[in-house]
């Protein structure tokens, strides 16, 4: 983050105090979070006044102004000359936080959508994974935790993602992620644990509500010396808005922080999670319409369900602030995450582990005799031992009629290894013009085989890429930015996609399973952004606007449905050329001060998604499916200082295709929520109530798109959840 006088000029609502510190010589803002350090190029110096840069647990005071770590990471993010945001846990944890669609709200460029209250939420960050249901690996998108990743070669799964016990949540859309080395179409999201600097000693949060939903988090951190420490531990539970949906998840989250000098520190994080989602099945637009919370027959006749046994991700990052200009950073993450899916006739289990390093140095000097801020990195992740897959029956039926539950019918492994090292500088041209340059080198392996039965047909294949990014910010002298970029975003198929396509085996027990991995192609896009943020007239706002010309991208379609004796056939495979091009606007304002009668404030996001292809010989200039076109979340809230709150909010869509041909769409739909709480000044403690979808809308919140449904209303969609009551209260022991 920027610590340092000597960095760039910023956009609002920052830049006023920047400008305040950089008037005096030689100061400097110490950093309470070596965390944030190695985040950009900006070194720690030391406050040569304290009475203007202070450092305090969790907040630095910058020009008598004080910063938590949210208002840090927005000064910090405002370097990129691109789309990005930050998410306060503090404004999201004043109504329910059941799933990550609850975090992710408000947040433009963002499809984030729960289907019928179920934990596998569907993320498409400027449609990347527009092919994905819900409850599916994410893919698309490189996910984070702390600057470290989860994602791996075989995507990310989703049970980690518990959405209590975070600071803040950092949107990087699409190639603005550079610096963290992803290079995915939908760019990165990382979620920032609290620590003992920002936690309280004590606290305890529980909320309840509709169809049998309750979550207890129990929470503690706290600075002793050199050391601080946080642990939480969270469980939760549903009886679900559909048929066939209940849930658990029983979860643990903790770090440990320890200072071994003023200019070196280390952290070890810890998350462990197990979850059990009963999957009620896709219905068609009719049934979503009639009677949404019904589950599909043949869900209900397997009882399908998918259960994460416990899954964890080990993590230490250490940060060492060499001197005054430059500091380096190093990570290391292991992660394992078996899955057990039964969710068909067969038993689908998973066995998957990853381990990951990071590195990343940054200097802060001068080139040319212009401020300059240096940044180079590297990000390599590999499968640990071959992940594997091994398909038992579960209710024998048609080609395992005559087996007994539990034979092997087919074991296939992967492998994959992910290396990127990225290079970028920010060069100050011309007062408060920076041009940003930068360019990745891609490495990728893939391997596949099925073992059992015996094929010997293994699929190997290695390619290597490069990724330049170059971009341009200006900040007027009114705290008003415009920015522009040109990138390349290059992604690789994940490594079970291999096998998700024909050839099948055409006898024996393993009939219609894929016997061997066919080529796929890496999935590259050339895109252009423009945009500006600012403050003006007690408001903040963010606008992008992008066009991205994407080649091979990965589609994966449904082919087959499922049936009483199969499971659903898909295909992911690359397209012929396609665009991704929208429109991603923020809207924050104060409507009215009243002093001590409170405030009145509002916020908004549209997002406008344009994809289709680009000349395909079957579908022309069709859409591509999967997400609506028009997608607006605004909300209105009003605050008295006393502590009371409460808001009213809109989330409206449009239709959504759900097939490629565009023969069938859902209908767009507009819901209402409110909610109302109070937050005592210093007592510690708050409470609060959500209502959710007041007119009980039936809609459709999530589509898994198919190739061709000629027209007809298939079961492709899943719907969002009916009217609901939730409440909650969190005491925290200061």
């Not at 015996?454 to 900040?475: D, F, I, K, Q």
């Not at 396509?501 to 252009?528: C, E, H, M, W």
């Not at 198919?706 to 009551?725: H, L």
Request: charged share 20%.
């Amino acid at each position: 983050m920027l610590c340092a006088v000597t960095g760039p000029a910023h956009a609002a609502p920052f830049a006023a105090a920047v400008a305040a510190i950089e008037a005096a010589p030689a100061l400097a803002v110490a950093a309470a979070d070596q965390a944030d350090i190695a985040g950009s190029a900006a070194a720690v110096a030391t406050a040569a006044d304290a009475d203007t840069a202070v450092t305090l647990a969790g907040t630095v005071h910058v020009a008598g102004k004080a910063l938590n770590g949210v208002d840090r990471a927005k000064l910090r993010l405002d370097e990129v000359p691109g789309g990005v945001s930050v998410v306060s846990q503090e404004q999201v944890e004043k109504g329910r936080v059941f799933t990550n669609e609850d975090v992710l709200a408000f947040q433009p460029g963002v499809y984030a959508q729960a289907a019928g209250g179920t934990d596998g939420i569907k993320i498409s960050i400027r449609g990347s994974a527009i092919n994905r249901g819900t409850n599916f690996f994410r893919s698309g998108t490189l996910f984070l935790f702390d600057g470290l990743p989860v994602t791996g070669p075989g995507g990310t799964p989703y049970e980690l993602f518990e959405p209590l016990g975070l600071s803040r949540t950092e949107i990087l859309r699409g190639a603005n992620a550079f610096d963290s080395g992803a290079l995915m179409l939908g760019g990165a999201i990382n979620y920032v644990t609290r620590t003992g600097r920002d936690a309280n000693p004590f606290e305890v949060r529980v909320e309840g509500g509709s169809y049998g939903y309750r979550k207890v988090a129990v929470s503690s951190g706290q600075v002793i010396g050199n050391l601080d420490y946080y642990v939480a531990g969270i469980a939760s539970e549903r009886d679900g808005y559909q048929q066939l949906s209940q849930g658990e998840s029983r979860g643990f989250i903790g770090n440990l922080g320890y200072k071994i000098a003023p200019n070196l520190e280390t952290r070890f994080y810890f998350r462990y999670r197990k979850t059990d989602n009963y999957q009620p099945g896709a219905l068609t637009v009719a049934q979503v319409e009639q009677d949404p919370r019904q589950a599909n027959p043949v869900a209900v006749a397997q009882n399908a369900h998918r259960n994460q046994p416990g899954s964890r991700w080990l993590a230490n990052k250490t940060t060492w602030a060499i001197d005054d200009s430059s500091s380096l950073e190093v990570g290391l993450v292991v992660h394992d995450y078996p899955i057990d899916q039964q969710l068909a006739v067969n038993v689908g289990s998973w066995g998957f582990a990853d381990a990951s390093y990071s590195l990343q140095y940054a200097r802060r000097d001068t080139l040319f005799g212009k401020r300059s801020e240096t940044k180079v990195g590297a990000l390599s992740t590999n499968h640990l031992n071959h992940g594997w897959l091994d398909t038992r029956v579960r209710i024998p039926a048609a080609a395992t009629a005559s087996l007994p539950v539990g034979t092997l019918i087919r074991r296939a492994e992967y492998d994959g290894e992910d290396h990127i090292l990225h290079a970028g500088n920010d060069l100050e041209v011309a007062q408060n013009l920076w041009l940003t340059t930068g360019v990745s080198a891609v490495k990728t392996k893939r391997y596949t085989e099925v073992v059992y039965p015996v094929t010997n047909e293994p699929y190997n294949r290695s390619t290597t890429a490069l990724a330049p990014r170059a971009g341009l910010r200006y900040t007027f002298d009114n705290d008003v930015q415009v920015f522009g970029n040109v990138s390349r975003s290059v992604e690789p198929p994940n490594t079970w996609a291999f096998l998700t396509i024909p050839p099948t085996f055409t006898s024996g027990p393993a009939t219609g399973l894929s016997r061997r991995g066919l080529d796929l192609k890496d999935q590259k896009a050339n895109t252009v952004e423009i945009g500006t943020r600012g403050r003006a007239f007690d408001s903040n706002w963010s606008l992008s606007v992008y066009r991205a010309l994407v080649k091979n991208e990965l589609l994966s379609v449904e082919v087959i449905p499922a049936s009483a004796t199969s499971a659903a056939i898909t295909a992911e495979s690359n397209a012929t050329p396609t665009v991704h091009q929208g429109i991603e606007a923020g809207l924050e304002s104060q409507l009215w001060q009243g002093g001590a009668s409170g405030k009145l404030s509002a916020r908004q996001s549209f997002t406008l998604n344009d994809f289709y292809f680009r000349g395909d010989a079957k579908f022309g200039r069709n859409t591509l499916p999967g997400i609506p076109k028009r997608f607006y979340q605004g909300e209105l809230q009003y605050e008295h200082p006393g502590g009371f709150y409460a808001s009213l909010s809109l989330q409206a869509a449009s239709p959504i295709d759900v097939d490629y041909a565009n023969s069938f769409r859902t209908h767009g739909y507009g819901i209402v929520n409110a909610s109302f709480g109070y937050d005592h000044p210093s007592a510690g403690w708050k409470l609060f109530a959500d209502l959710r979808n007041l007119a009980n809308k039936h809609y459709v919140s999530s589509v898994a798109p198919a190739y061709n449904d000629a027209g007809t209303d298939q079961r492709r969609s899943a719907p969002g959840e009916g009217f609901g009551v939730y409440a909650g209260i969190q005491y925290a022991f200061r």
